[in-house]
């Protein structure tokens, strides 16, 4: 029997692949090793490629299109009313593999390399400005414990630091101030690399046409 559609369940090493036929009859579901995956798919006639929608499957989801695959993204909250039993990674595939033919199934596009690549510089900013909040929150703490209480807001963490770090220090105890100056210190450090990562993004949004209209 010839595969129409296919429901791929995405894995770090192995991958569960469940194939239909045109009347809808299981062909296969079975495991394959991540190194043999577009082996398998080269070996099939162009169907139908379900997957959920998740940080690799963009990846696979440009592969299999090399491959003539119709390739399908899609939410993993619209599949899981599909899962029929107990969660396998069997079960899951053919889930997937049914969820991706009903006509009312939203879908998810595929991002390119590039659109993907901005995406990183967007998540490695917001993991820097947290890490800064954590910092920040501490310095607070700390100087509360010694009755100092700084003005809300970045700019005025930042003007801390600064003079901190030029010898403009808070009369407490030299250990803690120590400790105080290497927070500080990052901190510094963390605010010049979000200046850095925002400056990145706002060149980006003005050479991107869509950006440009949007902003």
Sequence with gaps: MQVKTIGLDLAKDVFQVHGVSVTSDKVFNKEIKRAKLLEF????????????????????????????????????IYVKPYVK??????????????????????????????QQALLTAHRTRE???RQRTQVSNMIRGMLREFGYVLPTGVEAMVRFSKSHLEGD??????????????????????????????KLIECHARRDDNARRLM
Excluded at 46 to 70: I, N, Q, T, Y
Excluded at 101 to 110: A, H, K, L, Q, S
């Design 41 to 76: 798919f080269e070996s099939l006639p162009p169907c139908m490629v379900g997957m959920e929608a998740c940080s690799s499957a963009h990846h696979w989801g440009r592969e299999l299109r090399k491959l003539g695959h119709d390739v399908r993204l899609m939410p993993a």
């Design 85 to 114: 039993r107990g969660k396998t990674d069997a079960v899951d595939a053919e889930a997937i593999c049914e969820a991706v033919g009903r006509p009312t199934m939203r879908f998810v596009e595929i991002k390119s390399e590039c």
């Design 127 to 129: 993991l820097i400005v």
């Design 169 to 198: 220090q808070p009369k407490f105890p030299e250990l803690a101030n120590g400790g105080l100056g290497i927070l500080c210190y990052q901190l510094l450090g963390l605010s010049a690399r979000i200046e850095g990562f925002s």
